[in-house]
């Protein structure tokens, strides 16, 4: 039981450059979340999928794409990459979307450098 | 809107010492709150989380009081280890508040917590 992963661990891009950052889960969750993480700012919601084949936005979903590709799978999509894209960028899942509730699940993480 | 103000950090403790992180909240409607800790090189994880006013969550040897007159929930623990370091983060969701949603948790920034032996 892995939980939930992320490829890849890291990454360097140069600006303009797009790439997909891959999240999966195995436990059967529902609902499935990405966020960002940058020093001194606490973690901010980019897009969030409440149960498969929905969608929606975050705080600061600007600059990304997401693809609900079944129930397991949660990707990013950076179309441009741009400088003040470079973060650490975590996926995290939950069994239902209600965050009072239901315990998010989070993955390692993806350190993305845009230079 | 809803926001989370933690202690600034870096905190330093020798080991056996008496840990507190200090954490109060704006909401506008009932939160639940929440600490998770992230330990070097991982995701986020849940330490213990408290659903209503008076409630006391813990696990592990930590603890923290969900306080309403005080809009507070501070961490504390007795005795710190070693194996403690990492970042804490506070949290809260606060889906019957305005502007509120189900699937939304709001961060504060976290404290970075470094255990001597």
């Known amino acids: 039981n892995a939980g939930v992963t992320q490829t890849p661990k890291f990454q360097v891009l140069k600006t303009g450059q797009s790439m997909t950052l891959q999240c999966a889960q195995d436990?059967?969750?529902?609902?499935m979340y990405w966020y960002r993480q940058d020093p001194g700012m606490g973690l901010r919601l980019i897009y969030y999928?409440?149960?498969?084949?929905?969608?929606d936005k975050g705080e600061v979903p600007n600059g990304y794409n997401v693809s609900r590709l079944n129930k397991r799978e949660f990707s990013l999509r950076l179309e441009s990459a741009a400088p003040s894209q470079t973060s650490v960028y975590f996926c995290?899942?939950?069994?239902?979307?209600?965050?009072?509730?239901?315990?998010?699940?989070f993955g390692p993480g993806t350190r993305l450098t845009v230079t | 809107g809803n926001s989370v103000t933690q202690m600034e950090g870096p905190v330093t403790l020798s080991e056996e010492a008496f840990l507190t992180i200090n954490c109060t909240y704006t909401?506008?409607?009932?939160?639940?709150l929440f600490w998770y800790v992230q330990y070097p090189g991982e995701g986020l994880q849940l330490l213990l989380k408290?659903?209503?006013?008076?409630d006391k969550g813990s696990n592990k040897g930590f603890e923290a009081t969900y306080r309403k007159e005080t809009t507070s929930f501070h961490l504390e623990k007795g005795s710190v280890q070693v194996s403690d370091s990492a970042v804490y983060f506070c949290?809260?969701?606060?889906?019957?508040?305005?502007?509120?949603?189900?699937?939304?948790?709001?961060f504060g920034k976290g404290t970075l917590l470094t255990v001597n032996p």
């Open positions: 995290a899942s939950s069994e239902e979307e209600l965050a009072s509730f239901y315990e998010q699940y």
């Open positions: 949290a809260l969701s606060d889906p019957t508040g305005s502007g509120g949603s189900n699937y939304k948790l709001t």
């Open positions: 909401a506008t409607g009932y939160p639940s």
């Open positions: 436990m059967n969750h529902n609902s």
């Open positions: 408290a659903t209503k006013a008076d």
């Open positions: 999928s409440a149960s498969e084949g929905t969608t």
